[in-house]
């Protein structure tokens, strides 16, 4: 395994994930361990002529250094968060990525969803925190889905199909150690808690997902998970109009887009089948979602 | 009882259509909202993009169009509406 620390506390690493290029610098012992963990087989370079992205991560200046150290994370020198604490600094280079091409990337329609595939068709998970969609994501991609993306669906305006993202699916408190004991052979980075979210933890993308992270898929499905404590599998459709609202505001830049947001929503809504799905056990999700019937 | 004024699309509005089964969602150009719409909503402001109508025709074209009997409350959820879509500032009437 690779060993980036040097090349982070230097001139940077260059990572290609999904579409886009991020130049990482940080000297922080446990960014450099985070990336080492979890995207040692994503493409890298010591140098490149572009970059999507220019991160930083660094400790704060001054008094702060000696009583309670904390992490400030910038993207091409502009500081778009208050700091954290700096053992949140790996966990918070991953929401600032998000955070950068949420808002910055607008040849693609964004919506807050994962995306799993297979079979070249994909299935987008919309839903809010608490809803179990990053654990079912997890579980999917750890039985034969590809992991697209666990928090950003991407929808090109140009090609009209989904483009995968695959990076580290963030995890929360109980669902930590569900997936641990669900897929052993998952890797993870470190748990991290006491931050907003409780404790959290990094699983690392398949390697076949990271290693398809060019091939594109055709949306088929639009299910929103919830999960609920004993509940049986239920698999509901549910109504397109709804759906078409419910993306738009689940949207980081539908807004911003207008009329081809819209559009492109519809798309979407025309193309996929709709659904509610509640669940309480994981390898029940698994069925359903391996008996899903494409769309006519 | 209809009052005989006339509703047309507000001046400026641009939309644009998509129905799924009963329900319309409608796109509009200018403040960049969408709505969802019912059947009669949907269709209330679908024939207002055609053209200007008074209460009564627009209850007789949705009557026709829905094929369902155009009573007292076919007229309600017509008024109902267009009540909301003069809200949204979709619709507008004469003064």
Redo the contacts between chains.
Sequence with gaps: MNDFSTQLGGRGLYIQTGPFCVHLQSSIATVADGITQLYSEYPSFKEKDFADFHIHLDTVAGIRRLIRPQVQFSFDGYIPFKPLPLDQAFPMFEWGLNWCVANNIHEYLIIHAAVIEKNGVAAILPAPPGSGKSTLCAALVNRGWRLFSDELAMFCLRTRMLVPLPRPVNLKNNSINLIKNYAPEAIFGREVSDTNKGTVAHMKAPTESILRAAEAALPSWIIMPRYQEGAKPVLESR????T??DL?QNSFNY?LL??DG??AI?EL?DKCDCYDFTYSQLDDAIKIFDDLELPQ | MPDGKHWRVSAGVGI?W?S??S???V?E?FS?D?H?FDMVTGAVLKLLVQHTQDETTLVNSISRTLEIEPDHSLSLFVKQSLVRLSGLGLVECDK
């Design positions: 109504p397109k109009a709804q078409c609202m738009a807004s207008a009329e819209f559009l519809s809504i | 644009i998509r799924w089964d329900e319309s969602v796109y150009s960049g969408i969802s």
